[in-house]
């Protein structure tokens, strides 16, 4: 497994991934804009925020400031881990405190725990009308 900036060529499996990340929420979202999300991996690779996790030369998970998702067949490797301190270490080489959002409602408890071991703290929480 070998993480890397994204680059270009990386936008079709990016969003394919997003895809797959959008359809994992627990509860109901908005449709996504095939248009809108393709228009934001693109601004975001170029301005050099989306790192990925490949093996094979295929996306396994990936970070890029406005997502943070591994595929579930690959949650129990370390890839996330990876994800995260390659993110971190690139807001110390731009001088700026990383912040992560994430709206997956499924095993709240072992999310925070994730984030916590990682040095990052709670600060806020989402709430979606059901």
């Keep these: 497994?070998?993480?890397?900036?994204?680059?270009?060529?990386?936008?079709?499996?990016?969003?394919?991934?997003?895809?797959?990340?959008?359809?994992?929420?627990?509860?109901?979202?908005?449709p996504m804009k095939k248009d809108k999300?393709?228009?934001?991996?693109?601004?975001?690779?170029?301005?050099?925020?989306?790192?990925v996790a490949t093996e094979k030369n295929k996306i396994l998970g990936s970070i890029g400031g406005m997502w943070f998702y591994v595929f579930p067949k690959h949650r129990k490797s370390n890839i996330a881990i990876k994800l995260v301190k390659t993110?971190?270490?690139?807001g110390k080489e731009v001088k700026l405190k990383i912040k992560l959002g994430?709206?997956?409602?499924?095993?709240?408890?072992r999310k925070d725990n994730f984030f916590n071991r990682l040095g990052f703290v709670k600060a806020g929480s989402l709430y979606l009308e059901t």
């Design 37 to 51: 999300v393709m228009n934001m991996i693109i601004l975001a690779i170029t301005r050099g925020v989306v790192y």
């Design 102 to 109: 994430s709206v997956y409602s499924g095993d709240l408890r």
């Design 1 to 30: 497994m070998r993480i890397r900036r994204a680059e270009q060529t990386d936008v079709s499996e990016l969003y394919d991934m997003l895809t797959d990340m959008h359809s994992q929420t627990v509860l109901p979202v908005s």
């Design 87 to 90: 993110f971190i270490n690139y």
